[in-house]
């Protein structure tokens, strides 16, 4: 079949492809700019992905450091809890001590310290160990001097704090 075109209809035609080709442009433009668009959103995301990348390995970094303080922190805690719980005992130990030395009693012979004991009696069941008579002799009155007793018992605090010179 053989068509006749017109000189009309192929400037109609003509008009026709040309508003195609116009139209095509103007969609491949528009493709173009959405894509320069799209490049880049991706350009920046990518950067900003980079730069949260390196903030947290930054961070992680930072976590790291304050993670080896916090246990050497923790460690030097527990150095001072033991410690502090050593010095309490020591401290009961010695409060015990203190108290046990309160009734502390010494042994003079001639003014001078022989020997520390618990109390009056473990002081004159000693003496007794070196053949003196327990039963006769006391403590000797405050106002003779200690360095005239042969034997002589006096309190571990007096002597103490007279320095160990002539307790009463």
Same mark, same amino acid.
């Given at each position: 079949m053989i068509r006749i075109i017109t000189?009309?209809?192929? *400037?109609?035609?003509?008009?026709?492809a040309d508003q195609a080709r116009a139209r095509s442009q103007e969609v491949q433009a528009s493709a173009d700019a959405a894509y320069?668009?799209? *490049?880049?959103?991706?350009?920046?995301?990518t950067a900003d992905a980079e730069a949260a990348e390196r903030? #947290?390995?930054?961070?992680?970094?930072d976590a790291a450091i304050a993670r080896e303080i916090l246990e050497r922190t923790? #460690? !030097?805690? #527990?150095? #001072?809890?033991a410690t *502090?719980?050593? !010095?309490?005992?020591?401290? +009961?130990?010695?409060?015990g001590?203190? +108290?046990a030395m309160a009734e502390a009693v010494v042994l003079l012979h001639y003014g001078q310290l022989h020997s520390l004991h618990r109390d009056e009696a473990a002081a004159k069941r000693h003496a007794a160990s070196f053949g003196i008579d327990p039963d006769g002799w006391g403590t000797v009155p405050s106002d003779r001097p200690a360095v005239?007793? *042969?034997w002589r018992i006096s309190p571990l605090s007096k002597w103490a704090v007279t320095d160990g010179g002539d307790a009463g």
């Open positions: 000189r009309t209809r192929l *400037v109609t035609l003509q008009q026709a320069a668009r799209h *490049v880049r959103t991706a350009w920046n995301l903030k #947290a390995e930054a961070n992680r970094a923790e #460690a !030097q805690l #527990a150095d #001072a809890r *502090v719980t050593e !010095q309490a005992a020591r401290i +009961d130990a010695l409060s001590d203190l +108290d005239e007793s *042969v």
